[in-house]
């Protein structure tokens, strides 16, 4: 088998959202229902009507018995905070907090630009102004943390499986799988954390050229994001990536050149 039918194969295969998104999610709620703890829902940013249990990107299981205790305490104290809801703006959620005990369920909204906490089963509307900061941390945690988490499983279980089935090693290329559906904070994730999925050993390959995440950063159209996408592309060198998928090819050949002289170059005397 050659290198470009297995670099197909993980290609095919990328993590996240590879297969068919109702089936997983459908598959992630029953397993859910099932279940009891506390759960991370991430929203692509969006205002009422909305079905938070249903209409989400992604959503995660806390198990961290520390955060989970840190959160009990802060929607504790926001409930007795007050004034009540006065926000200028119309809130859109972008997070979820869930909390299943036993028979019983509360679920909060969060609107961090509009700095709202929405408690659903009580259908009541607060500021949280003075716990926004701790909760925006806690979440952006739980999401960096899994989602490198769930791609490095991913990863290995792949190459297990193709050893199984007599593939060598060195025919494997890896593509932590920027865009393809996934949320801004998802794709800068795998950027930040390239250097974890470079220690499995086998080379990694990134396309961020000119992806929308991009132009939603910097609030550009794609003719727009030659910078942004030379700047994703020093960083995963710089990191680890071996092979770049590129349109302006370059452009890019001259950035990374030039990042290649300066690492070169000896050090001052």
């Not at 979820?96 to 700095?115: I, M, P």
Request: net charge neutral; with cysteine; charged share 25%.
């Amino acid at each position: 088998m050659s290198i470009i039918n297995i670099f197909l194969s993980i290609l095919l295969i990328s993590p996240l959202f590879a297969e068919d998104v109702v089936l997983l999610n459908k598959r992630a709620i029953q397993v859910i229902q099932k279940s009891e703890g506390v759960y991370l829902y991430i929203y692509e940013e969006t205002i009422e009507p909305l079905n938070p249990y249903k209409d989400y990107k992604e959503k995660y299981r806390i198990t961290g018995q520390n955060i989970i205790s840190r959160l009990s305490k802060l929607i504790s104290e926001n409930k007795e905070y007050t004034p009540e809801f006065k926000a200028k703006c119309l809130p859109a959620w972008d997070y979820g907090l869930e909390f299943k005990q036993k028979e019983e369920t509360y679920l909060f909204l969060f609107s961090f630009r509009c700095r709202t906490i929405h408690y659903v089963n009580e259908n009541l509307y607060k500021d949280f102004s003075p716990q926004s900061v701790e909760f925006y941390q806690i979440f952006k945690y739980e999401i960096d943390e899994k989602s490198s988490t769930k791609i490095n499983e991913f990863f290995n279980d792949r190459i297990a499986r193709l050893k199984a089935l007599g593939v060598s090693e060195e025919q494997i290329i890896l593509d932590p799988g920027i865009g393809f559906g996934k949320t801004v904070e998802h794709n800068l994730t795998i950027l930040k954390n390239l250097s974890q999925f470079a220690r499995i050993g086998r080379p990694l390959m990134i396309g961020a050229s000119r992806k929308s995440f991009i132009g939603k950063i910097l609030n550009v159209d794609v003719e727009s994001r030659l910078a942004g996408s030379l700047g994703c592309a020093v960083w995963a060198v710089l990191n680890g990536v071996s092979i770049i998928r590129a349109h302006d090819v370059r452009e890019t050949v001259h950035s990374l050149r030039m990042v290649e002289a300066i690492l070169a170059a000896k050090d001052a005397n």
